[in-house]
Every structure is written in structure tokens, then in C-alpha cells.
């Protein structure tokens, strides 16, 4: 109860850096980080259990192997932006604002377009059926969601312009090409923000989904 | 209404002392009405840093009612606008104090009409320490940068924590607590931090309202007898461990530089900043000294 949890502190707060840092900037916060937490550490060595520190260790350095990415951290950032931890930077506002409005009109008229013609198809018999096939099973494919998705005419385009997750990562979501998908943390937030589109339980999409993915590494138990 | 800084720190031999004594002629002689109130009961001795001879009033005139209330217990020092409440001359077990005489005292330096009100807080963590350090929610904690230290430094801000836990469950949610106390099996043996961490599991919302009181604290700290061959980072290291890691603010007021002449002043009686105005440390102690006015 004492002590804060590490894990609320989003990658560049466990740097102590501005989202908009050089890659040269991120590799010294990852130097100074490390050697503030590591076991000989004065300041620290004190603070925390054998386990503490390497979960807070395990943290950083996920935090710089993501941040050192471009991709990973572009999809990083998105996340962050997307689930309200932070402001969107400007820069991302105006290409998002900009984005929309080359489509057809803003995300939220695509949002209310969407559930008008989801509506209709909700209403019908061999949609609720199908829906009771694919998703009473404890496991979820991305086979599951693409089939659904498809079954309610909805184009990958429309969940892009709404959810901004890039086609590439939604293909991937949906071929199951685990080796492809962004880590855990954001992969979640994407799959809440699918599932949302497709009236679907979030957090049961969640919970599928990440059983499909162990069993595909039985390696890792 | 007063400014109190509880000054404390887990370790005996830091500088608790001294630095009072310090701060508190320093701000006095910027034109600020100031009081030091030496709480080491039982090992007094902020009169010796100040080169005066023992008080003959002080605490023990407060509690046994020979003065009417804590202001008039204060006596004046050979710095214009700097006074002394001592505890000298208090009874010989006043390290036990009388759990009355403590609620006494700290309701009394509440209403203390200074503009700053500091108090000299023995060493270790034992309660009568930890309440008058809760007096205000803006303690000033020395320590030297030794790992031992900065160990119980951590210690000590754990035990403000628990202490503080303690009190507010006293004060409001006793009662319901006591009966999910009684539903839940406590085994004997089950230390406070075990029952406030029983009550918080019960209760997400006290939770959040617990830490929102933990997170009004602001600490301050001093790090003291630093020597130029440390690491000059050391400060501001642990200013960021402990906002990232506990609840509540920390601020790093400075360093003061080790300097052997405060130990000969200490010898002759006479305040060193006064005797040495214009050495390294001095100069660090003025600038703390401005950081809390």
C-alpha cells in the first residue's frame, strides 16, 4: 500500500523523456535508468525487493527496446493517444483531422453511418446465429472476427477510419499472424476498440483472442 | 498562522540539530519572528548549538503549568527574533511522554504566533516522534548520503505513512472497519501494516481516500556532510525514486557541504553560520533557508 505501482508509469515516464525524445536522448534515459535502479545503486539499492527490481528492471528495458523501434513506438504512441493517457501532439491531431477529412466526412459521422447499417443486419436471424457460433467458444481467432465483420459488410476501411489502427496490424489481427502483432498492452487496446465496432464483449474478445495466442506457443506454457 | 517544519530523519548523528539551529537564525535574521522547539526529549540539547546555557523554562513550565500557555515557555536567544522552547529541564522519563502531555504539545504549537515554527525532532521512529513529525504535512527529513542513511530514510517515510494510516482509521472509518475486522479471521501476530492492508482490500473507496491524504504530504529533504568526491546526482536521484514510488510530493532543498569548522563551532559553542558566514556550507544553508520562506 506504501509504495506506488511502476506499472501506471507509461515508457517515457519510466525515462523520464517527452514523447517527442531523439533516439539519441532515449538511449542516455535508458543508460541513467539503468544505473538508478540497478542493485548497487545508492539511492535505490534500499527500496526494493530482489523481485521489485527486476520487474522494474524487465519494464525499462521493454520501455527502450520499444521506443528504439520506429514502428513499435509509432503504434506505442498511437496507444497512448487512442486510451487518453496522453494528448495527442499536434502534429498527430492535424494528419488524424486531415486523414478524416480526405474520407467521406468526419470519424464520427463514419461511427453513426456504421450503426445505422449494423442495425439493420443485427435484426437479422442468421447474423444472431452466427454470432452465437463463432463466439460462445472460449477461444477467438482472428478467422472469427474477420468472418463477422464480413458477414456484417463492413470493410476493413470503415474499422480503420474509425479505430486509425493500421491495415497492416488489422490484417494481421485477423490472418492470426502473431509474429506480427504489437505487444501485449496495445494489441488489448486495439482488440477492445475492434470489438467495440462489431457490438461485441471487449474484454471476452480480449480474453479470446490471448488464449488463441498461447496455444500457439505451447512453448511458452 | 504559523509555518511548522518538522525537521526528522531516521538516523541519530545526521545533523538534525544543527541544521535547525541553522535554519532558524538564518530566517530570524531576515526580520521573521521564529521558534525552535527542541522535541529530542530526553537528549535535549539545541540550547548547546545556540551557545546558550540550559533554559529554566521551557517544556516542563508548558506542562506543569507554571507558564499559561507554549508561547510564553519560549525564551529569547542572542539572535534578535530567533526563540527556544527547550526541553532540558523536562523530567527525567520525558522520553516516555504521557500520551495526554503529547496531544498538549502539538495542539499547543498549532496556535504558536511565530511565522515559523521549527521543531527539532529526535532520531529512530518511535510514535511521539512520528506524531509531532504529523504536526504539518511539510516535514523536512535530513540525511547524510551514506546508503545506511538513505535506508532509513525510506524506512521513515514507511512508518509516517503507517502511522498516519493508523490515525485516520481511528478517526473515521473505525467503526465499519471493526466489523470487517471481526469477519475476517486476523490471526495473532498481524502487524498494523497488516490491518490497514486488511482494511483497504475491504474497501477499495477508503483506498482511494487514504492515499489522497498521503499524497498531501510534501516532504522536503537535506542531504547533509557532502563531500565533493559524491556523486553530485545523488539528490536529485532520490527525489525521483521517491515521487515515482510512494504517494506523496518530495522536494530536494540541497546539500549542505561537509565542513570540519562546523564541528569546531558545535565545540565552541558559538552557531556557525554566524562564525563562518562565508564558507560553502553557509552558503548552502541560506540557500535552503530561502527555498522554505
Known amino acids: 500500500m506504501d509504495m506506488k505501482k511502476f506499472d501506471e508509469l507509461n515508457y517515457y515516464e519510466i525515462l523520464k523523456i517527452p514523447m517527442n525524445s531523439s533516439y539519441f536522448k532515449i538511449k542516455q534515459a535508458y543508460k541513467d535508468a539503468l544505473s538508478l535502479y540497478d542493485q548497487d545503486s545508492v539511492p535505490t539499492y534500499s527500496l526494493f525487493t530482489r523481485e521489485e527490481r527486476d520487474e522494474i528492471l524487465k519494464r525499462i528495458n521493454d520501455a527502450h527496446s520499444t521506443l528504439i523501434d520506429d514502428n513499435k513506438r509509432a503504434a506505442y504512441d498511437r496507444m497512448l493517444v487512442d486510451s487518453g493517457q496522453v494528448e495527442a501532439p499536434i502534429s498527430f491531431r492535424t494528419k488524424q483531422y486531415q486523414s478524416s477529412m480526405r474520407s467521406s466526412g468526419s470519424t464520427m459521422a463514419d461511427k453513426d453511418r456504421l450503426q445505422s447499417k449494423m442495425k439493420e443486419k443485427f435484426s437479422m436471424e442468421s447474423i444472431q446465429n452466427l454470432s452465437k457460433e463463432l463466439f460462445s467458444k472460449e477461444l477467438l481467432s482472428g478467422n472469427d472476427l474477420k468472418k463477422f465483420r464480413k458477414a456484417l459488410g463492413i470493410d476493413i476501411m470503415e474499422i480503420y477510419s474509425i479505430t486509425k489502427i493500421s491495415i497492416s496490424v488489422l490484417n494481421a489481427i485477423e490472418e492470426n499472424r502473431f509474429d506480427r502483432l504489437p505487444p501485449d498492452i496495445y494489441l488489448k487496446n486495439f482488440l477492445k476498440s475492434y470489438a467495440k465496432i462489431l457490438q461485441l464483449d471487449p474484454q471476452k474478445v480480449v480474453d479470446g483472442y490471448f488464449k488463441t495466442i498461447c496455444l500457439s506457443h505451447p512453448a511458452d506454457g | ?293
Not at chain 2, 521558534?35 to 513550565?61: C, E, F, K, R, Y
Not at chain 2, 549542505?256 to 564541528?263: A, K, L, N, W
Not at chain 2, 560553502?280 to 544553508?285: I, K, T
Open chain 2, 1 to 293: 498562522m504559523a509555518k511548522i517544519y518538522p525537521i526528522g530523519g531516521g538516523k541519530g548523528g545526521v545533523g538534525k540539530s544543527f541544521i535547525t539551529a541553522s535554519l532558524g537564525a538564518l530566517i530570524a535574521k531576515w526580520g521573521k519572528k521564529v521558534v525552535i522547539i527542541d522535541l529530542d526529549l530526553g537528549a535535549s540539547n539545541l540550547h548547546t548549538l545556540l551557545g546558550m546555557q540550559s533554559p529554566n523554562i521551557g517544556l516542563n513550565s508548558f506542562l506543569d503549568k507554571t507558564v499559561q500557555d507554549l508561547e510564553s515557555a519560549a525564551v529569547s536567544t542572542s539572535i534578535p527574533n530567533l526563540f527556544l522552547i527547550s526541553s532540558s529541564h523536562c523530567y527525567m522519563e520525558i522520553a516516555n511522554l504521557f500520551y495526554a502531555h503529547k496531544v498538549k504539545i502539538i495542539e499547543a504549537i498549532k496556535k504558536l504566533p511565530f511565522d515559523y515554527v521549527f521543531l527539532d525532532l529526535g532520531p529512530g521512529t518511535n510514535f511521539n516522534m512520528l506524531d509531532f513529525f504529523l504536526t504539518s504535512e511539510e516535514g523536512i527529513l535530513i540525511c547524510t548520503p551514506e546508503p545506511t542513511s538513505i535506508e532509513n530514510s525510506f524506512r521513515f517515510i514507511k512508518t509516517i505513512y503507517y502511522r498516519k494510516l493508523k490515525q485516520m482509521i481511528k478517526k473515521h472509518i473505525f467503526n465499519s472497519l471493526q466489523k470487517d475486522f471481526s469477519e475476517d479471521a486476523v490471526k495473532p501476530g498481524t502487524t498494523p501494516s497488516d490491518i490497514i492492508e486488511i482494511a483497504l482490500k475491504h474497501d477499495p473507496e477508503k483506498e482511494g481516500h487514504l492515499r489522497s491524504q498521503l499524497s498531501k504530504f510534501k516532504f522536503k529533504f537535506i542531504f547533509n556532510q557532502f563531500r565533493n568526491n559524491l556523486d553530485a546526482t545523488l539528490g536529485n536521484q532520490f527525489e525521483t525514486i521517491c515521487n515515482r514510488h510512494f504517494y506523496s510530493f518530495f522536494e530536494f532543498l540541497g546539500y549542505v557541504s561537509f565542513d570540519g569548522r562546523i564541528q569546531d563551532a558545535i565545540f565552541s559553542k558559538t552557531l556557525y553560520v554566524h562564525r563562518y558566514p562565508h564558507t560553502q556550507s553557509a552558503a548552502d544553508l541560506k540557500n535552503i533557508a530561502a527555498k522554505i520562506t
